[in-house]
T-cell receptor
Framework: GAGVSQTPSNKVTEKGKYVELRCDPI?????LYWYRQSLGQGPEFLIY????????DSGLPNDRFFAVRPEGSVSTLKIQRTERGDSAVYLC???????????FGPGTRLTVL | GENVEQHPSTLSVQEGDSAVIKCTYS??????FPWYKQELGKGPQLIID?????GEKKDQRIAVTLNKTAKHFSLHITETQPEDSAVYFC?????????????FGQGTILTVHP
């Protein structure tokens, strides 16, 4: 079946702007995760949804970052007042249940000029 | 919180040789240890995983071993092929409030020379 999809694949924005990144998980997966990967580093956890609720948002770096999953399927990661340090690849993953194998999407490369 | 250390950062082998990548973790509550392969411009792809109730798992040319007492686990790739060249990441996950959250190592760039 279809894997995790993310849009856009690339996003270039200017410092101070607002951006939204979208994730479509594998159909039927109840758990969804967002990670951020800087160049040459491993992915870093941001937030984990079980259904519609955020079960763990301990990785969100500050209040400029927010994520939603209103219907328990698609999720949107929202970044306000972007900074150059936000430039990274944002990865989304999903699993059947929390703690099960996580399957990753291709990521969205965000560049803040 | 959990901390995962991965070594080596780069590994170069000849085709047909074996490759070993090692990881250590800090949280004794961690009970799930996946390994991911990431090719340039793509998302991480799961290649094998192990849970804490077993000490070793094998899938064709790939095997993972886990030593919970020493808090380390390793990836073994035998009969390496050029298409195995990629960045490999280990990760660890604990239960409780951290359930589902993966902590990744820094990655190992594996190059297999034909």
């Amino acid at each position: 079946g279809a894997g995790v999809s993310q849009t856009p694949s690339n996003k270039v924005t200017e410092k101070g702007k607002y951006v939204e990144l979208r994730c479509d998980p594998i159909s039927g997966h109840t758990a969804l995760y967002w990670y951020r990967q800087s160049l040459g580093q491993g992915p870093e956890f941001l937030i984990y949804f079980q259904g519609t609720g955020a079960a763990d948002d301990s990785g969100l770096p500050n209040d400029r970052f927010f994520a939603v999953r209103p219907e328990g399927s698609v999720s949107t990661l929202k970044i306000q007042r972007t900074e150059r340090g936000d430039s990274a690849v944002y990865l989304c993953a999903s699993s059947r249940e929390g703690g099960d194998t996580q399957y990753f999407g291709p990521g969205t490369r965000l560049t803040v000029l | 919180g959990e901390n995962v250390e991965q070594h080596p950062s780069t590994l170069s082998v000849q085709e047909g040789d074996s490759a070993v990548i090692k990881c250590t973790y800090s949280d004794s509550a961690s009970n799930y240890f996946p390994w991911y392969k990431q090719e340039l411009g793509k998302g991480p792809q799961l290649i094998i995983d192990i849970r804490s109730n077993v000490g070793e798992k094998k899938d064709q040319r790939i095997a993972v071993t886990l030593n919970k007492t020493a808090k380390h686990f390793s990836l073994h790739i035998t009969e390496t092929q050029p298409e195995d060249s990629a960045v490999y990441f280990c990760a660890a996950s604990a239960g409780g409030t951290s359930y589902g959250k993966l902590t990744f190592g820094q990655g190992t760039i594996l190059t297999v020379h034909p």
